[in-house]
């Protein structure tokens, strides 16, 4: 059984250039998060969809971040124009709440480099 | 909004010793989650709590409701429990607020 699936694992890109981070959750699961790790902050939940509706998107720094999900298996986030501080890994992660609430399944996470 | 305290922050053991680690929070939560993370690896569930007592081969969770609190014990300890262990909370349906992880090492 495939688990959530990232990509790219890596991204290296210059300041100023839109970035798009792509998330494939277990099928069968209808909510989806979007988190973010950095050294400073740890561990932040910046948007989470349920049957492919965002349900809080407070956790988005700014404009400059977006998030989709065009359909219930596959969900992207975009920065544009991309900071150095939005270095980062970004982790997706879905779950399902069908017979009450599940562990969360996380991918292996996109390591974000803004140079 | 839930704060997340962990204790303690780094935690250097010998293997077979007793592992506690501690986990508070603010906010009244529907479930209490331990994660595992591994150097530059990705995130692992190991329980999802909302009362009592769960165990899992050598790990054991608990939580107390009242008093708003988790406990995470390793029993018999090896060099490859060596990563972050952090503590996430959810209320509701919102997505987890986490700990800032406790970074264990565990040495032969």
């Known amino acids: 059984d495939a688990g959530v699936i990232q990509s790219p694992r890596h991204e290296v890109t210059e300041m100023g250039q839109e970035v798009t981070l792509r998330c494939k959750p277990i099928?069968?699961?209808?909510?989806l998060f979007w988190y973010r790790q950095t050294m400073m902050r740890g561990l932040e939940l910046l948007i989470y969809f349920n049957n492919n509706v965002p349900i809080d998107d407070s956790g988005m720094p700014e404009d400059r971040f977006s998030a989709k999900m065009p359909n219930a298996s596959f969900s992207t986030l975009k920065i544009q124009p991309s900071e150095p501080r939005d270095s980062a890994v970004y982790f997706c992660?879905?779950?399902?709440?069908?017979?009450?609430?599940?562990?969360?399944?996380f991918g292996d996470g996109t390591r974000l480099s803004i140079l | 909004k839930n704060e997340v305290e962990q204790s303690p922050q780094n935690l250097t053991a010998q293997e077979g010793e007793f592992i506690t680690i501690n986990c508070s929070y603010s906010?009244?939560?529907?479930?209490l989650h331990w994660l595992q993370q591994h150097p530059g690896g990705g995130i692992v569930s190991l329980f999802m709590?909302?009362?009592g007592k769960k165990k899992h081969g050598r790990l054991i969770a608990t939580i107390n409701i009242q008093e708003k609190h988790s406990s995470l014990h390793i029993t018999a300890s090896h060099p490859r429990d060596s990563a972050v262990y952090i503590c996430?909370?959810?209320?509701?349906?919102?997505?987890?607020?986490f700990g800032k992880g406790t970074h264990l090492i565990i040495q032969p």
């Open positions: 992660a879905s779950t399902t709440r069908t017979g009450g609430p599940q562990p969360q399944h």
């Open positions: 099928s069968g699961h209808d909510y």
């Open positions: 996430a909370v959810a209320g509701g349906a919102d997505g987890l607020t």
């Open positions: 906010v009244g939560i529907s479930a």
């Open positions: 709590l909302s009362s």
